[in-house]
């Protein structure tokens, strides 16, 4: 049986993604600007968006590198430290620059040296954000050498995720790229005030295709991809229409000489293809009719934000994801699935 061939949706945001600065986001932002009406935008430039000045330069450079007219609109975010400053982080959400904070343990991802070092280190920031009502997006996993990378995501619910929520019973959370069947159900534990973003690449690999025939350095990704059982719980999560689980691709480029070397950085860049890619992988779990929650109405509502008034079509016409994106200066990045054709497509 097939589904519909076309459907019509509110315009999704993205509440995950990396724009990256100079002639990396004049390549990708446009990407990101053609799918989506609203993005999250991750703080871990180089060095990272840690005050309320910095990221609104931070928006101007993005609002200019994408045309005005794809009527896009940057949510930015703090990049929280061991010694972020409460009142800067609020004064930033009360006038609009920020919309919401970001933890990541430092060393667990790209960029994150600066990061925290110990959840007590920011008791007096989430206290203020528990005030505010200023969600912290978390990147959820473990730093200690010890953990297994595959594990790093499960043992930072019960060491770090558990004890901060029950800390501050009020602050709003977003664990970040969730990877595991155990997020999935601790973020269903905890209530309206947890939320998940789901990535469009853990819906469709598992840990295995990144070593099929060889390693394919364009599948890894933080938290990498785990077992097949994990997926599936994803898919199954995602394409239930709980308003808890909403999109965040955490698209992630970076250059393929980065990706393609002795120590190959982590990311995914799925911005040429994402919500595509959303709407096969509902298409074939029989759910497209919950592909609007999950896409256009669940993040708003968790962000205190309207839904998208406008709408985009996505139609049932092959096309083939292109092998490259050039960027200014003679680097290029690899999308996702590259040179693969891919069944839907957004009408232009
Ligand atoms: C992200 C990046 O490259 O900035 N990489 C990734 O693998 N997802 C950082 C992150 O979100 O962990
Ligand atoms: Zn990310």
Known sequence: MTGPDTLTIRRPDDWHAHLRDGAMLNAVA????????????MPNLVPPVT???????????ITAAVPAEMGFTPLMTAYLTDKTDPDDIARGYGDGVFAAAKLYPAGATTNSDSGVTGVANIHGVLERMEEI???????????DPAVDVFDREHVFIHRVMEPMLDRFPGLKVVFEHITTSAAVDFVRSRGPRVGATITVHHLMI??????RGGV???LYCLPI????QHRLALREAATSGEAQFFLGTD???????????????????????AVELYAQVFDEECALD??????????????????????VTLVRDPWTVPEHVAVDGGASVKPFLAGMTIPWRIMD
């Open 251 to 273: 698209t992630a480029p970076h250059a393929v000489s980065a990706k393609e070397a002795a120590c190959g950085c982590a990311g995914i860049f799925s911005a040429p293809c």
């Open 30 to 41: 446009p990407y990101t600007a053609r799918q989506f009406g609203r993005a999250i935008v």
């Open 290 to 311: 919950k592909l609007e929650a999950f896409a256009s109405l669940n993040g708003p509502a968790f962000y205190g934000l309207k839904p998208a008034s406008e709408t």
């Open 206 to 211: 598992n840990r295995t295709d990144i070593f």
């Open 216 to 218: 394919h350095p364009h």
């Open 51 to 61: 005050t309320a000045d910095l990221a609104a330069a931070y928006r101007d450079r």
């Open 133 to 143: 009502g200023m969600p912290l997006l978390v990147h959820g996993e473990v730093t």
């Open 225 to 228: 991809a785990k077992r097949e």
